[in-house]
Each structure stands twice: as C-alpha cells, then as structure tokens.
C-alpha cells in the first residue's frame, strides 16, 4: 500500500523561497502583538520535554524565531550546548536571545550539519514551511544520533480556516479559480503518514484547536504579516493584489464571522508531535 504523506497533498502551492525568505527577514517576533500566540505553543511544547525523561547534550532548535524555546531549553538543561538554525537571517539575528544559541541560516530539507550531530532537536511552528516536509524529516533523522528526539509543532489543517473561506470565495468570483495563498498545512493522519514515511520511529502526534479573537480582519492580516506569514507561492494571480481586494476581504470577514461582541475569531489548529531516531543495532 502506498503511504501518503503531506508532500502528495500539496498539488500545485510550491513555495518561492526567495520571497519566503525575504519575508522571514523582516519578521519582528518580539513585538508585544495583541493576539500573538507564539509564546502560548512556545510554552506547551517546553512542557512536553520537561515529562520524557532525557538528558541531550547537543540539541538542535530547528527554524528557530525568537529566544523563547532557547531560553526554556537552557533552564531545562543547563550543561547542554544548544543549536540553533533560521530559515532566513533575520534582523534580530545578532539579539542576545540569538547569539548563545550559534545560529545559522538554511534550508529545512537539506541541514548544515554532520551525521547523528544531535541528541534533540526541537522546532517550534516551522517545519510546515519546509519546501518537502518528508525530506526535512529524512534529514532530521539523518543528524540525530541514535536514540535522538525529535520534538516539534506544525500547524494543522482547519488554521485560518475563516480566513481560507473568504479567500477561495473572493477567487472564484475575480478569477474564476482557487489560488494558493495560504500555505497547506496537514491533518493529524497526514502527519502521521509523513513521519512513518521518514524513517523516524515511535511517531505520536496530537492536536489541540481553539480560537483567538481579534477586534479586526486587519489585525490578523497584520500580524501574520509580522510573522512572516503570506502568500509565497510561485502561482499566483496575475499582476499585483489591489487595494479592493483587501477591502472585500475583510468586509466579507466581518459580514460572515463576526461575533455578537464585535470581535472576529481566528480558528488555530496546532498538531504536536515527536518521534526517536533508531537505537544502535
């Protein structure tokens, strides 16, 4: 039986790295955003470390944005040397929340690093931006050593579904057709399926959904945009998006999702997930 795995359900929304990265480049994960969730995942996915019982000495943050996981992974394990690689040099690159953890840019399906480098490698709402999810976690596999950790959380499939819904309705009536814009990110059995595919062993991976709410459309547009987060495909409508579209867009968000308080809800599925690498034969 073939295995799918997320990088068959991709079709046709390949990313522009060139225009990812330079979108990452600009990204201000420190501002204090209302709505910015980072810290919360942040957080939980510290908490699932602290209950396996494990000692990394080398660890490795995978697509790290801020000193949030670096700095919960030094308390955890003070000896450890900790690791770290961004998908683009951002501006922040040289912040004291950086610079303790060597960090290096590259490309999350082809690692900088030498064979079974890793005990752990931890990498906190990256991993979907990877260009071939099932390669990025070959080459995790490739630079753990044997019996490593890989621990990670990846945006699931109904994220930004609001969002999504408004999108696909205005493309239909301008274009006659579904552009990607938004990334397509997988469901918890996909994930699955990609993560047996890799190699990796032991594989368990969980969700958790809920909602944020904004005063605004604008406030989501704005800060995905701080995040890094837009539409960096290679297809993509003709010419430049003008300024009716964003206003239909979020008119039609409120005129569909708007709350009886006013506010519009940003619906957020997040799958977590860890898996080992192979013990010695």
Same mark, same amino acid.
């Given at each position: 039986?073939?295995?799918?795995?997320?990088?068959s359900?991709?079709?046709?929304?390949?990313l522009?790295?060139?225009?990812?990265?330079?979108?990452?480049?600009k990204?201000?994960?420190?501002a204090n955003?209302?709505?910015d969730?980072?810290?919360?995942?942040?957080?939980?996915l510290? *908490?699932?470390? #602290? !209950?396996i $019982?494990?000692?990394p000495q080398?660890? &490795?943050? %995978?697509?790290?944005?801020? @000193?949030r996981?670096?700095?919960?992974?030094?308390?955890?394990?003070?000896q450890?040397?900790?690791?770290?690689?961004c998908?683009a040099?951002?501006?922040y690159?040289?912040?004291p929340q950086l610079s303790r953890?060597?960090?290096?840019?590259?490309d999350?399906s082809r690692?900088p690093y030498a064979?079974q480098?890793?005990?752990?490698?931890?990498?906190?709402l990256?991993?979907?931006w990877?260009p071939?999810l099932?390669? *990025?976690?070959? #080459? !995790?596999? $490739?630079v753990?050593?044997?019996?490593? &950790?890989? %621990?990670?959380s990846i945006? @699931?499939?109904d994220?930004?579904?609001?969002?999504?819904?408004?999108?696909?309705?205005?493309d239909?009536?301008?274009?006659?057709?579904?552009?990607?814009?938004l990334?397509?990110?997988?469901?918890?059995?996909q994930?699955?399926?990609?993560m047996?595919?890799?190699?990796?062993?032991?594989?368990?991976?969980?969700?958790?959904?809920f909602k944020?709410?904004?005063?605004?459309p604008?406030?989501?547009?704005?800060?995905?945009?701080?995040?890094?987060?837009?539409n960096?495909?290679?297809?993509?409508?003709?010419g %430049?998006?003008?300024?009716?579209?964003?206003?239909?867009?979020?008119?039609?968000?409120?005129?569909?999702?708007?709350?009886?308080n006013?506010?519009?809800p940003?619906?957020l599925?997040?799958?977590?997930g860890h898996?080992?690498?192979?013990p010695?034969p």
């Amino acid at each position: 039986m073939t295995i799918k795995t997320l990088d068959s359900f991709a079709k046709t929304a390949t990313l522009d790295q060139k225009r990812l990265r330079r979108a990452f480049a600009k990204q201000n994960p420190f501002a204090n955003n209302k709505g910015d969730f980072l810290p919360a995942i942040a957080e939980e996915l510290l *908490s699932r470390l #602290e !209950i396996i $019982r494990f000692s990394p000495q080398r660890i &490795l943050n %995978l697509g790290q944005r801020d @000193g949030r996981i670096g700095e919960g992974l030094r308390s955890l394990f003070p000896q450890a040397q900790q690791f770290s690689m961004c998908i683009a040099p951002p501006p922040y690159a040289h912040s004291p929340q950086l610079s303790r953890c060597r960090p290096l840019c590259g490309d999350l399906s082809r690692l900088p690093y030498a064979n079974q480098s890793f005990d752990c490698i931890i990498s906190n709402l990256a991993l979907h931006w990877s260009p071939r999810l099932t390669t *990025s976690l070959k #080459e !995790i596999r $490739r630079v753990l050593r044997p019996d490593g &950790l890989l %621990l990670f959380s990846i945006m @699931g499939f109904d994220t930004l579904q609001e969002l999504k819904i408004c999108q696909t309705h205005l493309d239909e009536i301008h274009y006659g057709k579904i552009w990607p814009r938004l990334l397509t990110y997988p469901t918890m059995h996909q994930l699955g399926d990609t993560m047996a595919n890799s190699g990796l062993i032991q594989g368990v991976a969980d969700r958790e959904c809920f909602k944020i709410y904004l005063n605004d459309p604008f406030e989501l547009l704005t800060q995905l945009k701080k995040m890094g987060t837009g539409n960096h495909h290679l297809d993509r409508p003709p010419g %430049l998006t003008g300024k009716g579209y964003l206003k239909e867009l979020v008119h039609l968000y409120r005129q569909r999702f708007t709350q009886q308080n006013g506010q519009i809800p940003v619906t957020l599925e997040i799958l977590f997930g860890h898996a080992w690498s192979k013990p010695t034969p």
